[in-house]
């Protein structure tokens, strides 16, 4: 089992910003790709952004694309999410997973670790 701890989710007024944060340990072993995803009721998990560990890309979906920036820092074991002018629609449970992936980078199937998930809400 990797831990994976997510933190920094609120609430905001549309426009704002948050910062994710996800606390991993051991994920080198674990896989070669982090993503963060988020999920409402009754719709589907939808991948926001991911990135290689190991360097070599970064990935993002289009709701995330120009607001959204994901990092990883190896030597705090953390993934983050920085999401700037946030909307009402990215009002979502938002959590981080790891996993062993090619292709598919935003692909919730692809990814086998998961954390408990942060709940972000926006206002208007």
């Known amino acids: 089992q990797v831990p994976l701890v997510e933190s920094g989710g609120g609430s905001v007024q549309a426009g704002g910003s948050l910062r994710l944060s996800c606390a991993v340990s051991?994920?080198?072993?674990?896989?070669?790709?982090m993503g963060w995803f988020r999920q409402v009721p009754g719709k589907e998990r939808e991948g926001v952004a991911a990135?290689?560990?190991?360097?070599?890309?970064?990935f993002y979906g289009d709701s995330a694309k120009g607001r959204f920036t994901v990092a990883l820092d190896n030597a705090k074991n953390t993934l983050y999410l920085q999401m700037n002018r946030l909307k009402p629609e990215d009002t979502a449970v938002y959590y981080c997973?790891?996993?062993?992936?090619?292709?598919?980078?935003?692909?919730?199937?692809?990814?086998?670790?998961w954390g408990q998930g942060t709940q972000v809400t926006v206002s208007s």
């Open positions: 051991g994920y080198t072993s674990r896989g070669n790709c």
């Open positions: 997973a790891v996993g062993w992936v090619d292709y598919g980078m935003l692909r919730p199937s692809e990814y086998t670790y």
């Open positions: 990135i290689r560990t190991g360097g070599g890309g970064e």
